[in-house]
């Protein structure tokens, strides 16, 4: 069992930057894909990043390339999202979610653990 709790959410203004980062329980922290992903009002909960195990490699959504850095330190079990340039639309409540499968996981199905979200509101 994996408990994930995010935090550094907030009202910014366009433009501006916000951290994000999840701390997890447990002790295999390491051993899991990492994800975040956002849900607007009325809409689905979709991909923003992923990172693997090691940290080395990543991915993201189209939307938020070269805005957001997603990033983890398992001596701490803690990942990261800082987000720069943010945007109205980047508004959302923000989810970080663990995956044991193999592979970046693109969808809220392939996750195991999540978080309970983190605010993010962006004005214009």
């Known amino acids: 069992q994996v408990q994930l709790v995010e935090s550094g959410g907030g009202l910014v203004q366009a433009g501006g930057s916000l951290r994000l980062s999840c701390a997890a329980s447990s002790r295999t922290f390491s051993t899991y894909i990492m994800g975040w992903f956002r849900q607007a009002p009325g809409k689905e909960r979709r991909f923003v990043a992923g990172i693997y195990q090691s940290g080395l490699t990543t991915h993201y959504a189209d939307s938020v390339k070269g805005r957001f850095t997603i990033s983890r330190d398992n001596a701490k079990n803690t990942v990261y999202l800082q987000m720069n340039s943010l945007k109205p639309e980047d508004t959302a409540v923000y989810y970080c979610?663990?995956?044991?499968?193999?592979?970046?996981?693109?969808?809220?199905?392939?996750?195991?653990?999540w978080g309970q979200g983190t605010q993010v509101t962006v004005s214009s």
């Open positions: 979610a663990a995956r044991s499968g193999v592979g970046i996981g693109f969808n809220r199905s392939e996750y195991d653990y």
